[in-house]
């Protein structure tokens, strides 16, 4: 049966929070500080937390930046993944993606539809690995940030997660890690 069995080692990640909004900043960013706060929280480490506009070129300059530190195993967003005129997460990030992880909107798009039925729909969630660092794109509303991270994010970045977890396949941990 799945979850997390607690006889087996914990391995901590190293993760970098993006915001991506035209109108946040560190006082207002309660999504961006919700993330920060569950990993922490869970075991994890911040390893940085930066806000950047609704741009294609901000976007990917601060998500190349994090892809290309070593140091950082997971990228969390929140925010631009909808519908409006500003929202272009999806359009900056997708191509910098060797791998899509198509499953993660499915499974978020899952656990959402019990919290906010239909609206789900509304939002373009994904996921996907730029060279060996994961990336999840999350929307940006609070409550879309506590269902990623509670029921999806925490057991799949859980290394005690069975029957398998993401952190096998973190470059540090493969081999240690089943």
């Known amino acids: 049966m799945a979850g997390i069995n ?3 080692p914990f391995y901590p990640l190293n993760i970098a929070v993006l915001t991506i909004s035209d109108t946040r900043d560190m006082t207002t960013d309660t999504s961006g500080a919700l993330l920060a706060e569950r990993l922490v929280a869970a075991g994890h480490t911040l390893t940085d937390r930066v806000i950047v506009a ?3 070129d901000a976007i990917r300059g601060q998500i190349g930046k994090w892809v290309a530190d ?3 195993d997971v990228v ?3 925010g631009g993944t909808g519908f409006a005129p500003r929202d272009v997460t999806p359009e900056a990030i997708r191509p910098l993606f060797r791998r899509e992880m198509e499953g993660f909107g499915v ?3 899952h656990a959402s539809l019990a919290t906010v039925g239909v609206a789900t729909l509304q939002s373009r969630a994904f996921a996907g690995q730029a060279e060996d ?3 999840f794109c999350l929307p940006g509303s609070t409550g879309a940030c506590r269902d990623g991270w509670d029921l999806v994010l925490a057991m799949e970045l859980d290394s ?3 029957p398998c977890s993401l952190v096998g396949q973190i470059p540090r941990y493969r081999g240690i890690c089943p």
């Open 76 to 78: 969390l967003t929140t």
């Open 54 to 56: 609704d741009d294609v």
């Open 6 to 8: 607690p006889d087996l």
């Open 107 to 109: 499974v978020f798009h």
């Open 160 to 162: 005690r997660f069975r």
């Open 70 to 72: 070593e140091g950082i």
């Open 133 to 135: 660092t994961f990336v």
